[in-house]
């Protein structure tokens, strides 16, 4: 620390500040309770959008931090959503329990698919991704007695959270219990994001060889990486289930995997706050615009697409970024 | 026997399906490194362009099917030269990701506008409809039709790529790419014509194929992710590699399907699984895509 008190420059950037992880939470809480008064008959939807962007987040945690390119981070999410219904509708029904529970299957999933998808790069990589994402899909179709196959798991009725705040009709306490979730999990990310751990996948993600020759033990960290990824994913599902109260194929679908892609890289891939805006802004247009014609939707979807790529390769957040910098240099030169 | 007999004549039209239409994308992503997501579009286009031509143009099916294909290079000639050119030979798979599932969405969205959401049939030729006798069992004449096309078309591609100027030329911009601008192959003309044999292809196999991946708005989403397995699988550039892993997923999904259909694609992707784990490169690739 003394090192850091002679150049107080470069430490400032270096040192912990934990003031980004209460302004992440206020953040997000603020934007939450402008959503609550502003849309009070929305409330369903806006925490379909939290679940969605839990897992956009967990996504991030393996494509934007380690670099590794899947299309099956659906997969966690149903088998999180999965774990959660049976372990409801066995008898534990306590919200903050059924967390964990979505927590740790999410985690096993990651772990277990892990330990196959970080082997590899480049395209065995992504068929694997696929494949097993397409391998749960299957299974989940096949296992009717615990998935209710394609009619889906229902009846999914959890108690009241903390005994206290029962789920109602207009989706009051399932609003603010994800919304408190969310920022929960969000503030720990951006810590953990920042830790020496975290750096060091984002390090692998840049130069694998090098951190390699500085002694990284690559493979391992990025299992536990997807393991954690997995973790963030379940808790989605977990929030799916608990505040739907039902599971259906379509959380462990390819399209699912492909959005939440498509999500994280409108926003931007490599942060956080990237994740959780492309997942804020692609789930509001689809509400409006998919609603007249999902065709339309589409085709839209896929202009946008294009358009990122071409003109904004590293996402909105970024490419506002550039804007705003641009903007304000242009203002205070004349 | 019965049953032996049918699911081999099943796996075997399946698997040349796939072959035709995934050798292209296998050749563009040996030569331009190219992860599309797209080639399942241009099949559809192809497959909606055909039954068009045969149910409102009153066209015979062989004339359709020309007129289809040449049609299909034509509307993707322009994305070449616009689009997909910025992402060849990129090392970082994710905007090659984005910007063919962009174009997937944007196809399917114009299709279902153009053509409306309902199944759309090729209808095939007297000839080819009924069943042919090979002397001791009848057998559908489509199914053989399809076979054959596929042997054809695994032939004339290895006379084209072995034999001829082009294929020579080509093989040397797989190789090493710089290498092959320096001794004055225009790489981007290669890429061009690879990229019009490659759709041409997917639109053909979009079309023979049409009685078993049936022509609907969301083909190309749902068999975007066959085409890529049958890819890696045989590993990327390699047409023996294509036709083997063609046959051999054909063979696992056609099984798995007539004797455990209630397990849907499980097989098809445990298959998949343990032979990317075992050869992550594709049983005869070259390793182009390490």
Redesign the interface.
Same mark, same amino acid.
């Given at each position: 620390m003394t090192i850091a008190s002679a150049r107080p420059a470069p430490a400032s950037r270096l040192k912990v500040r934990p003031a980004a992880e209460a302004r992440g939470v206020l953040v997000i809480i603020a934007l939450g309770l402008v959503g609550y008064f502003v849309f009070p008959d929305d409330l369903a939807f806006l925490t379909r959008l939290i679940t969605i962007a839990l897992l956009v987040i967990s996504l991030d945690l393996v494509?934007g931090y380690c670099g590794v390119?899947t299309?099956g981070q659906a997969a966690m999410f149903g088998v999180g959503a999965y774990a959660v219904g049976n372990a409801c509708l066995a008898g534990l029904t306590d919200p903050v329990m059924l967390l964990f529970v979505g927590m740790a299957a999410g985690a096993a999933a990651g772990l277990a698919s892990g330990a196959?998808i970080t082997r590899?790069?480049? %395209?065995?990589q992504? !068929?694997?991704s696929?494949?097993?994402g397409?391998?749960v899909?299957?299974?989940a179709?096949?296992l009717s007695g615990w998935t209710g196959g394609s009619d889906g798991l229902s009846g999914i009725t959890p108690s009241p959270v903390l005994g206290l705040f029962a789920f109602d009709l207009y989706s009051r306490t399932a609003y603010v219990f994800s919304l408190v979730v969310l920022a929960l999990v969000f503030a720990l990310l951006l810590r953990f994001m920042r830790s020496p751990f975290g750096l060091l996948c984002r390090g692998i993600r840049d130069d694998a060889l090098r951190a390699r020759m500085i002694g990284a033990a690559v493979y391992p960290r990025l299992v536990i990486m997807y393991g954690l990824s997995g973790a963030v994913a379940g808790i989605g599902g977990a929030l799916a289930a608990i505040t739907t109260g039902v599971v259906g194929l379509d959380s462990v679908s390819?399209?699912r995997s492909?959005e939440a %892609?498509?999500m994280l !890289?409108l926003g931007g891939?490599g942060t956080l706050w990237g994740a959780l805006t492309g997942a804020l802004v692609f789930q509001i247009f689809e509400h409006f615009v998919a609603a007249t014609n999902p065709?339309?939707?589409?085709?839209?979807?896929?202009?946008?697409?294009?358009v990122?790529?071409?003109f904004a390769?590293r996402g909105l957040a970024h490419g506002a970024a550039v804007l705003w910098a641009r903007l304000r240099v242009r203002g205070a030169a004349p | 026997m019965r049953t032996i007999l049918s699911i081999a004549v099943d796996a075997l039209a399946y698997g040349m399906v796939l072959f035709i239409i995934s050798i292209g994308l296998s050749i563009m992503m040996g030569l331009m490194r190219v992860v599309n997501l797209a080639h399942g579009a241009f099949a559809m286009i192809g497959g909606y362009l055909a039954s068009y031509a045969v149910r409102s143009w009153g066209l015979s099916y062989g004339f359709a099917i020309v007129l289809a294909v040449i049609g299909t290079i034509v509307i993707a000639l322009p994305l070449e030269r616009l689009l997909f050119r910025r992402i060849y030979r990129k090392s970082d798979a994710l905007p090659q990701l984005l910007l063919t599932i962009g174009i997937t969405f944007l196809v399917i969205g114009i299709v279902n506008f153009i053509f409306g959401p309902t199944l759309k049939p090729v209808p095939l030729p007297g000839v080819l409809s009924g069943p042919f006798d090979i002397g001791f069992r009848m057998l559908p004449t489509h199914r053989l039709f399809v076979i054959a096309c596929g042997a054809i078309t695994a032939a004339a591609l290895w006379y084209l790529l072995e034999r001829t100027d082009f294929g020579v030329r080509l093989r040397a911009a797989v190789d090493n790419g710089d290498m092959a601008e320096a001794l004055g192959i225009r790489t981007e003309l290669i890429y061009l014509a690879t990229f019009a044999l490659a759709v041409g292809l997917a639109a053909f196999g979009g079309i023979v194929g049409a009685e078993l991946l049936p022509i609907e708005p969301f083909y190309a989403l749902r068999y975007m992710v066959v085409f890529l397995v049958v890819v890696s699988v045989g590993g990327a550039g390699s047409i023996t590699g294509a036709l083997a892993a063609s046959l051999l997923l054909g063979l696992a999904d056609t099984t798995g399907k007539y004797l455990a259909p209630e397990f849907g694609e499980f097989f098809f992707y445990l298959a998949v699984i343990v032979i990317v784990f075992l050869f992550p490169h594709g049983l005869l690739g070259r390793g182009a895509l390490r």
């Open positions: 494509t390119a299309l196959l590899f790069h480049g %395209l065995p992504l !068929v694997l696929i494949a097993l397409q391998l899909g299957a299974l179709n096949k390819f399209e492909a %892609l498509v !890289v891939t065709f339309h939707w589409m085709s839209m979807v896929g202009l946008l697409l294009i990122i790529v071409v390769p | -």
